[in-house]
C-alpha cells in the first residue's frame, strides 16, 4: 500500500510537510503529527512501555482481558476484541471473484477459504493473477463479479477505517514522498486506529513492532540511510504495528538476498505462529512456500488451480500442471523441495 493509503477504494492521500515537524495528507486535511528526529531516538531507546489505566488499551479501545477468550496482541499480551473472528471460521471467504482487463480474465472465478492463523503462500507463474487477487483482497482494487469477505463481513461494504482495523496490506512496491525516520513510517501504522492523535497505547505498539522486527537501532535513522532489507523490514513492522489480524504480504521477499530471505520468512512464521496472525504472501519462489507456509494456492491464467498444504501442492504432477515445467520433488529435513534448475 502507500504510506497512509490504507485499504482505500481507488484513492491514494498525498502526503507532505505542510510546515517543520508535521507532515498533512493534503487530500483530506488529515495532519500527523511527525516528532523531531531526537525525541524519536530517546523514545526508541526508552521502549515507551505504558502503566496505569491506559495500559493494555488495544485497537478498539478495549482493555486487556486474560482467560480463554483472550486473544494475541503484538507483544503477546492476551487481549480481546468485540470483532474477533468465530473460532473455525475462515479469516478470508472468496467466492466466484473475477477481475477483467479490456477481454482478459486475470482473476477468473476464484472460489477459496483461507483458514485463519498460520501462512498461506499465493504461487504461479507471471501473469497468474497472484497479486491482482491480493490486491482486491485488500480493496486496493474493485472487482468484477463475485464477493470478498474478510471476518464475515464483505471488504467493498465495510467502513474504510473498520477493514483497516483488521487487515492490513504492504504492496509489492512501497515509495514515499518524504523523508522519514523508521519510527515515522511504523508510526503511520497506527493511523486507522487513532486518526491523527496518537495516545501512548499506540506508541507501546510502534515501539513494539520495532522489537519484533529487530529495528529499534534503526528507530531515528532515515529510510535512505538503510539497507534493502532493513527497509523492507521497516515497511513490515509498520504493518505489524497496524495491529490487525489479517496480513497481506505481495512479494515480501522482493530485492533481497539469500540470507535476508530466510530471515524475512522467519519472521512472517513467527508472525503467525507467536502473535496468531493471517499471513497471505504472494511469492515465487516455491521452496520458500513449501518450508514456511500451512496452506498453498496455485494460480495459473487467472484461475485458482490448485489448493492445499505443501505435502500436496510440492508434487511432480500438480507443479508441471502450474507451471509447464519438469520440476522434481526431494524430501529434505522433512521439507519438499523442488529441483528445477537443470
Request: glycine letters at 10%; hydrophobic letters at 40%.
Amino acid at each position: 500500500m502507500g504510506l497512509v493509503d490504507f485499504m482505500r477504494t481507488g484513492r491514494k492521500d498525498r502526503v507532505e510537510l505542510d510546515r517543520p515537524g508535521r507532515a498533512a495528507d493534503t487530500r483530506s486535511g488529515i495532519r500527523v503529527a511527525v516528532d523531531e528526529r531526537a525525541d524519536l531516538d530517546d523514545r526508541a531507546r526508552a521502549g515507551d512501555r505504558v502503566t496505569g489505566d491506559r495500559a493494555g488499551v488495544g485497537v478498539t479501545g478495549d482493555r486487556t482481558m486474560t482467560g480463554d477468550r483472550a486473544g494475541v496482541g503484538v507483544d503477546g499480551d492476551r487481549s480481546i476484541r468485540a470483532d474477533a473472528p468465530v473460532p473455525g471460521a475462515p479469516a478470508i471467504s472468496l467466492q466466484a471473484v473475477r477481475k477483467t482487463y479490456e477481454r482478459t480474465h486475470v482473476v477468473d472465478d476464484v472460489t477459496a477459504d483461507i483458514p485463519a492463523g498460520g501462512v498461506t503462500s499465493i504461487i504461479g507463474p507471471n501473469g497468474a493473477g497472484k497479486s491482482t487477487l491480493l490486491s482486491m483482497i485488500g480493496r486496493l482494487l474493485s472487482t468484477d463479479g463475485g464477493s470478498i469477505s474478510v471476518a464475515g463481513q464483505d471488504v467493498f461494504e465495510t467502513d474504510t477505517r473498520e477493514l483497516a482495523r483488521r487487515l492490513a496490506v504492504l504492496r509489492q512496491e512501497n515509495t514515499t514522498t518524504v523523508r522519514l525516520t523508521v519510527w515515522d513510517l511504523v508510526s503511520f501504522g497506527r493511523f486507522p486506529h487513532h486518526g491523527g492523535r496518537p495516545g501512548p497505547a499506540d506508541e507501546r505498539l510502534i515501539s513494539q513492532a520495532l522489537g519484533y522486527m529487530n529495528l529499534h537501532p534503526f528507530a531515528g535513522r532515515y529510510l535512505d540511510e538503510l539497507s534493502g532489507g532493513q527497509r523492507q523490514r521497516a515497511y513490515i513492522a509498520m504493518v505489524l504495528a497496524q495491529d490487525t489480524d489479517v496480513l497481506l504480504l505481495d512479494e515480501p521477499l522482493n530485492n533481497l538476498d539469500m540470507k535476508h530471505a530466510v530471515e524475512m520468512m522467519r519472521l512472517i512464521r513467527r508472525m503467525a505462529d507467536e502473535l496468531g496472525k493471517t499471513v497471505v504472501i504472494v511469492i515465487h519462489d516455491i521452496n520458500y512456500a513449501s518450508c514456511y507456509s500451512d496452506q498453498m494456492l496455485a494460480m495459473r491464467s487467472g484461475r485458482l488451480i490448485h489448493q492445499g498444504p505443501p505435502s500436496q501442492i510440492m508434487d511432480s504432477e500438480v507443479l508441471r500442471e502450474i507451471y509447464d515445467v519438469d520440476i522434481a520433488v526431494e524430501e529434505i529435513r522433512g521439507h519438499r523441495i523442488g529441483i528445477y534448475f537443470s
